[in-house]
């Protein structure tokens, strides 16, 4: 399996940047995607940004231009760079990752989750 571990939420001021740090475990081998997920309260879920095996990115449209995925693979780190913070990005912070190979019937594993708060 592969287990995921996110790192570096906070509070931050509007405008502000903060970096997330996902640090993966496990079957890294078999990972096709790396994608950061967020859910502000009451709402659902949703995708900020995905970065694949062959290192291209896509992000949503409402933190294109902001927010920078990227990856260290001699530390299995994945990272979100959020620059030009705003309010509306409060959220809960998720790193996903999908394999090629299910591990006990699964394929998607996620992380606990790390809080990001922008205040205005």
């Known amino acids: 399996q592969v287990q995921l571990v996110e790192s570096g939420g906070g509070l931050v001021q509007a405008g502000g940047s903060l970096r997330l740090s996902c640090a993966a475990s496990?079957?890294?081998?078999?990972?096709?995607?790396m994608d950061w997920y967020r859910q502000a309260p009451g709402k659902q879920r949703e995708l900020v940004g995905t970065?694949?095996?062959?290192?291209?990115?896509d992000y949503s449209e409402s933190v294109k231009g902001r927010f920078t995925i990227s990856r260290d693979n001699a530390k299995n780190t994945v990272y979100l760079q959020m620059n030009s913070l705003k309010p509306e990005d409060t959220a809960v912070y998720y790193c996903?990752?999908?394999?090629?190979?299910?591990?006990?019937?699964?394929?998607?594993?996620w992380g606990q989750g790390t809080q990001v708060t922008v205040s205005s």
């Open positions: 970065l694949t095996s062959g290192g291209s990115t």
């Open positions: 996903h990752a999908g394999t090629a190979i299910y591990y006990g019937g699964r394929n998607n594993f």
């Open positions: 496990g079957k890294i081998g078999s990972i096709n995607t």
